[in-house]
């Protein structure tokens, strides 16, 4: 028996220490302060989209770097705030684009201000690709074309999803008309639409003159022969050069970046007034919930200043067409009330 | 043919595993093929493009098809395209015909895939730029035509319609969504329930409930003493099943795939509305519909055909367009932006191999499907033997955790799922129609939309009639839609009182030979 006892108390032991050591090293692997199942909500509900790419790019390799448990829910734009509102643990991190504070600016039902509501945290890519496109025998050859009809009494319809990214390149479109033609803004119609699929048909329709599009969804369109009802020709890139410039030399599809450049800045000019031209880079970034401990901020901070210092997520990004654009939370939250504040000027202008 | 040496084992047994997840998927209430390509959507990341859509096209045509398990033999439509499968699979189960009623369901589905699969293969560029003559006024008019079906569907014409107009009524409540060109304001709720109902109540919370919740109360109102669903019922009743029930009803198998596959072309207009089209096709224009919602097979096969011939259709215009045919290949789509490749008009020409390698995964999946239900029929279909007082508390628990994780998580679908339960009891019980309110339910939404937008980009009601010619032919087809109705309306209110005369006769002359017709 006594024998046995002891047996008893050395596999005990044994077995203690065995829990231990495991513990310590789970302990180890999270001792950060964000941990357990960690839920990156994105304001799209599409995993077809870039917001969806982007995120898991990125929240791949912070799961990866923190050894955590990371997974990103596609649960659209209303359902990310409220469910990011819910949870100030640290468990529930968002990741959303300009949207976020173009909604606000526009006045759209349930975008709060989100340097007021939120927590601003790091950038982390631009997608260069919102475009304008015309049907490829279009009568309009560039965004000039259109800008003088619209000055001349023309109606041009343009196809936009209200009150976001989609709309910015249209609000900007008519304040440079504003400045150069005044008075004859109104001659350029926002026709209100939905998806990609829907201002793609209103084209197909010709319900509108002018859709917004993106590189990525449109540039096969582009490709298609001109007696093809489906075919369009690129008119306006909101990117900025710079941004333009850094896109893989190939560009995307067979449009090469060379080609891309001749829709943006300084080649398709939209002025903002004192010879400044209006450029629109469309960046994703983290947002928190405000009460959420600053130390999971500066944590994830840390980890992707390391991961960016590596250098293979930048790769990554360029090869799905984005462009990296890493800028940790402080940095990112002054640029982007920056930015906000641009814009915010644009639309009061033509309200 | 070099993209034979991209198929090998691993592809064939990922499609296959595929297909039987999916078909787990989708027979469990609340589970979706959409759900199960979603979770399995990053693992296209580690499986590579090829290996990744075998499992995701598996996974796409199994939960299609699982969703038949539960409507036919538990009344739940186990996804919204498999609705109308409950109009028919349920009570041919009541009679003790489910495995028949589910193997048919299995033939529908196959065929309805295989013709689906061959259309895409076949014409998927010529019918995407067919799709594209569909814009905002020719998509309202195709949801009204197979919102017609409610007049035809009820008992009481006037009731259904009346059931239909609350369906709609209810799918309004909610914002006008700035993603379909709304403008985001919701309508139809005090401010306090804001926070709850911004987006509606959501589509599945509220069909399980309808169905299942409120079948499981009205079970429960009579107690459980019988003990089995169908106590005094052998599963295999019914003669058994061959073949022979196809007999004479090909033009609607045909007919149905071909619906299903057109419906699912168009993009926007969503899978349901498919089968609820074919479903109403074959009461129209069938020389005998009067037992269609009684147990049925031409219900069936209608409605599963044309709800599996939507997998090609809805891969026509994501492969030719780039642009989704319905919610699951919106998930899909990811499969290829996450590979970094682009679908548009010019994926079939620029990637040759993964089309064919594509066309290779969804008819294997289909044969697949095909042999796992077939065969597996026969045990499932015992489900009705379970004692009702185990199965009802497992279906609820399935039906609470499918409600809960439709939009990963929100608690409000689970009280969605009980209110829509009482909702559905309470119906039954005044005498309103489940069938018309539901289909108003599914459809409302995306009618007003499109009756919205199609007002919006052209300014005025006589483009609904002027349109094109497809309008013309829509109108045509509703018109004869509602006019048969009524006519099969008139029909059976006369049969009704013919034979109430007869009985009310026979009854007289058995009392007066003093009840000798009492042992009948």
């Known amino acids: ?351 | 043919m070099e993209f034979l040496s991209l198929l090998d084992i691993t592809f064939f047994l990922l499609a296959g595993f595929g297909a039987l997840v999916g078909i787990i998927f989708g027979a469990i209430p609340g589970m979706t093929a959409t759900m199960a390509v979603a979770v399995c959507l990053p693992l296209t990341y580690a499986l590579g493009l090829h290996h990744g859509l075998a499992l995701l096209l598996g996974l796409y045509v199994g939960g299609i098809s699982g969703g038949m398990v539960p409507a036919v033999l538990l009344n739940i439509p186990g996804t919204p395209s498999s609705i109308t499968t409950t109009f028919d699979g349920y009570p041919m189960a009541q009679k003790g015909e489910g495995e028949k009623a589910l193997k048919i369901c299995v033939i529908a589905s196959v065929v309805g895939g295989l013709i689906s699969a061959a259309i895409l293969f076949l014409f998927a560029p010529l019918l995407a730029d067919f799709s594209i003559k569909f814009s905002y006024v020719e998509k309202f008019l195709i949801i009204l035509l197979a919102l017609s079906v409610i007049a035809s569907l009820s008992s009481s014409m006037l009731i259904g319609i009346f059931s239909g107009v609350i369906g709609i009524w209810l799918s309004l409540i909610g914002d006008y969504s700035i993603s379909d060109g709304g403008n985001g304001k919701t309508r139809l709720m005090f401010d306090f329930m804001e926070p709850y109902l911004f987006e509606g109540f959501s589509l599945l919370p509220v069909l399980i409930g309808v169905f299942g919740i409120s079948t499981i109360l009205l079970e429960a109102e009579k107690g459980a003493k019988s003990g089995l669903v169908n106590e005094r019922i052998k599963i295999s009743k019914g003669g058994g099943f061959s073949l022979s029930i196809f007999n004479g009803r090909l033009t609607n198998l045909v007919r149905s795939s071909f619906i299903g596959t057109f419906v699912g072309m168009l993009p926007g207009v969503g899978g349901s509305a498919a089968s609820v089209l074919a479903y109403t096709q074959e009461k129209n224009l069938t020389r005998d519909s009067s037992q269609m919602g009684k147990g049925a097979p031409q219900g069936l096969i209608a409605s599963e055909s044309a709800n599996n011939a939507l997998t090609g259709g809805a891969l026509i215009p994501l492969l030719s367009l780039g642009i989704p045919g319905d919610s699951t290949t919106a998930v899909l789509i990811g499969a290829f932006t996450l590979q970094g490749i682009q679908v548009g008009p010019l994926f079939i020409p620029e990637n040759t191999e993964t089309w064919y390698v594509m066309m290779t995964a969804l008819v294997f999946a289909n044969i697949v499907m095909f042999f796992l239900m077939f065969y597996a029929i026969k045990y499932i279909a015992k489900v009705v033997m379970v004692p009702k007082h185990i199965l009802f508390p497992i279906i609820v628990m399935m039906c609470v955790v499918g409600a809960y994780a439709i939009n990963y998580g929100i608690m409000f679908d689970v009280w969605t799922l009980l209110i829509f339960g009482i909702l559905g009891y309470l119906v039954q019980k005044i005498g309103l129609e489940v069938a018309p309110l539901i289909i108003g339910f599914i459809l409302g939404s995306q009618a007003e939309v499109y009756f919205v937008k199609s007002l919006e980009s052209f300014g005025t009601f006589s483009i609904f009639f002027t349109k094109s010619p497809i309008a013309m032919v829509l109108w045509g087809l509703i018109v004869a839609s509602v006019m048969f109705a009524i006519v099969m309306g008139f029909k059976s209110r006369a049969r009704q009182k013919m034979e109430l005369t007869q009985v009310t006769g026979s009854t007289r002359t058995a009392s007066g030979k003093g009840h000798e017709t009492d042992n009948d």
């Open chain 1, 1 to 351: 028996m006594r024998i046995s006892n002891r047996l008893m108390t050395r596999v005990g032991s044994a077995a203690l220490m065995a829990a231990l050591s495991v513990s310590a090293g789970v302990a180890m692997a999270q001792d950060g302060p964000l941990r357990g199942n960690i839920r990156v909500v994105i304001g799209s509900t599409s995993t077809g989209g870039d917001t969806y790419q982007n995120s898991t790019i990125v929240v791949d390799q912070l799961a990866e770097r923190l050894d955590l448990n990371m997974k990103v829910d596609a649960v659209g734009a209303s359902s990310a705030f409220r469910t990011l509102d819910r949870d100030s643990r640290g468990n529930t991190l968002m990741i959303f684009h300009d949207q976020s504070y173009l909604g606000h600016l526009y006045g759209v039902e349930g975008y709060d201000d989100i340097f007021e509501k939120y927590t601003v945290g790091p950038t982390l890519a631009i997608n260069p690709g919102n475009a304008y496109l015309v049907p490829k025998d279009s009568p309009y050859q560039t965004l000039d074309d259109i800008i003088a009809a619209v000055g001349n009494g023309e109606t041009v319809r343009v196809a936009i999803q209200p009150g976001g990214v989609s709309e910015i390149g249209f609000s900007a479109l008519k304040n440079a008309i504003a400045i150069e033609h005044p008075g004859q803004e109104d001659n350029l119609v926002a026709v209100n639409t939905g998806s990609q699929s829907d201002k793609n048909q209103q084209l197909f329709d010709g319900q509108a003159d002018v859709i917004n599009g993106t590189v990525q969804a449109n540039e096969q369109y582009t490709r298609l022969p001109e007696d093809d009802q489906k075919a369009m020709r690129f008119v306006w890139l909101t990117a900025r050069q710079d941004t333009i410039e850094q896109a893989p030399e190939e560009g995307l599809g067979q449009t090469s970046r060379e080609q891309l450049l001749e829709y943006v800045e300084p080649n398709v000019h939209v002025t903002m007034g004192d010879d400044e031209s209006f450029t629109f880079d469309k960046e994703f970034f983290f947002l928190y919930n405000k009460d959420m401990d600053p130390a999971i901020v500066e944590q994830i901070d840390e980890a992707l200043t390391d991961i960016y210092a590596e250098g293979e997520i930048q790769e990554t990004q360029k090869n799905a067409f984005f462009i990296p654009n890493f800028k940790p939370s402080d940095e990112a939250s002054e640029y982007l009330a920056d930015k906000m504040a641009r814009y915010e000027e644009i639309i009061s202008n033509i309200k």
